[in-house]
């Protein structure tokens, strides 16, 4: 069953909210966005091909994801790991590195719900500019598929336990 990622900005335009059912337990999907063996699988839009996707998911250490178009042009970004709080809570910085001063601050809760997790997610930006970019980059579109391909990848690593 697929379920409608919900995006919306925040009253005072610094942020971008993002909430979203999983069918997965919170552990899981906690270890869906901190491990590479996972977010290999998932992570980005599926026209582009995740060539770089390097994690170490503890407070201080970083992660670095380079995605390849099907042109051969190429994106990177890379952040630092704030706040792991397992099952429920991650903080991490977000940087495209074409706009390197625009450091973004993520806050992902999982929070369980039945045999599944509630995903609520909080993107804070340097500014309303920094956000308004984001946006008109397509970068909503790129979200709602990326969370598509989360819950079709967590709902096979799930049968498969």
């Known amino acids: 069953m697929t379920h409608a990622t919900t995006i919306t900005v925040s009253e005072d335009g610094l942020e971008l909210r993002i909430s979203r059912r999983l069918a997965a337990p919170p552990a899981l999907v906690f270890r869906c966005f901190t491990q590479a063996e996972h977010l290999r699988h998932w992570w980005g839009p599926a026209r582009y091909e995740l060539v770089t996707c390097e994690v170490d998911a ?88 990326t969370y598509e391909r989360l819950e079709t990848y967590v709902a096979s690593a799930t049968a498969a336990v």
């Open 58 to 145: 503890r407070a201080g250490g970083g992660y670095r994801f380079v995605q390849r178009g099907p042109e051969g042009d190429e994106y990177s970004f890379h952040g630092e790991f704030l706040e792991l709080d397992p099952p429920g809570r991650l903080v991490q910085t977000f940087v495209f590195e074409g706009a390197p001063e625009e450091t973004v601050v993520e806050t992902l809760t999982l929070t369980a719900d039945g045999d599944g997790t509630l995903l609520y997610g909080i993107s804070r930006f340097p500014g309303r500019e920094a956000l308004d970019a984001a946006l008109q980059s397509g970068m909503t579109e790129g979200m709602e598929e």
